[in-house]
């Protein structure tokens, strides 16, 4: 089976279903392409809302905001107050108080 | 209602309260700084049970709570001083390994203790709930940028580990820099230390088994000093016995290796942090508290006595003896 095609450049029947296909093909090509950037900017519009809505889930670095690019962090936390990456040791230790030097304390430490 | 007991010109005027159901003690060197200190101290103390209290409808933690209903968990801003409270939590949890997790609230109020302590002195209704982990101090989103806390739904922040260490710390801090006198806070025990006298403060060591309470006395001259053990804070549920210190992998009270545990800190918060720390690590706390270098004493539950990282035997000598060597 084969089909005639009319010459370029001849009006006629064919000529007009040429440009209403032409045309219908173009419309097809716009509205596919509005709707594919429209699914990529919903996507990517879902995807920020759900990294907001379960932020727990995104652990990062522990004891310190280092890696984190905009100072949240997940289980992290900022310096303050202490060290971020240790605990503070006294200056120095407590020192024993001898008998003969003991008087009753003021403070009790452990007793309430 | 306090008392102010002066003890005479060049010595130490302290002054007694009770807050949060337990002991507050004001220990200045210039009996002169007596009046302005405890304004001070009491105002401290006002902002944090403000900011921190879980008993308090009104406080800005549980208006974080609420919020957290929200199913979207966006972190919310809030003030610098529950931010700061928050962040010393988390840290806190993360240098004990997630031995002190703040978000043990919930666990803790399934266990009864979910009013003042005051309250539960004749026990409380209930049954002992099923082993299950805390949702984890990973969760607690802490945004430095906009100062903003966020937890997941559900969660319920316990800042008990930390809030009231943190507080002796800040009301010490302010009456040592205002007045310019040596000064001793401690809130139950969680002690902190600015500007010493000579030699240092001194202070008992309390362990406190059933009826019995025995003590020894060092002295410090800097920072902070902790006592964390079940001696006192336990109450029953539903007629079982539990006590405040909740282990994060079953949300249930630990199950005491030791019966006290004392440590000296750079400050009163990282001094509770450890004392938490150890008696949830259990027999594990000694190595822990040696690597850490916090000079401790741990009694077990035994009685055996055990000193770690530079602490003073309570004889005199050396460290002593380490259970896990024995």
Known sequence: M?????????????????????????????????????????????????????????????????GSTNGVTAGGGSSAGGSPSNLATPSSPPVQQQQQQQQQAPVVSGSS | MGTAVARGPGTLAVYRTTRWSTTVELVVTDPRAVAAAT???????????????????????????????????????????LFEAVSLAVR????????????????????????????????????????????????????????????LPGTVLDLGATAKAWAADRASAAIADQLGCGTLVSLGGDIAVRNAPDGGFTIGIADVCGDRTTTVQVSIEAGGLATSGIGRRHWLLGGHPVHHLVDPDTGLPVDPYWRTVSVAAGSCVDANTASTAAMVKGVGAVTWLEQVGLPARLVRTDGLTVTAAGWPSDHGGGPGPDPARR
Do not use: K, M
Not at chain 1, 50 to 61: F, K, Y
Not at chain 2, 65 to 76: E, R
Not at chain 2, 95 to 113: H, K, N, Q, R
Not at chain 2, 133 to 145: I, K, L
């Open chain 1, 2 to 66: 084969s089909s005639q095609r009319a010459p370029l450049g001849r009006t006629g029947p064919d000529h007009h279903v040429r440009r209403r296909r032409d045309a219908a093909v173009q419309r097809t090509r716009s509205i596919t392409r509005t709707i594919a950037v429209a699914s990529v900017s919903a996507v990517a519009v879902f995807a920020v809302y759900v990294s907001r809505a379960l932020p727990g889930h995104a652990a990062t670095t522990t004891g310190t905001t280092a």
């Open chain 2, 39 to 81: 304004g001070i101290l009491n105002r401290q103390l006002d902002r944090v049970d403000q900011v921190a209290s879980r008993f308090r409808p009104d406080s800005e933690i549980n208006t974080l709570h609420s919020a957290a209903a929200h199913p979207s968990g966006w972190a919310h801003p809030v003030s610098d001083d």
């Open chain 2, 92 to 151: 806190a949890a993360a240098l004990s390994d997630g031995a002190v997790d703040p978000t043990v609230g919930s666990a803790l109020c399934a266990l009864g203790y979910d009013r003042d302590f005051s309250a539960l002195a004749g026990g409380v209704p209930g049954r002992l709930p099923a082993p299950r982990p805390v949702p984890g101090w990973q969760t607690v989103v802490v945004d430095s940028e906009r100062r903003a806390i966020g937890v």
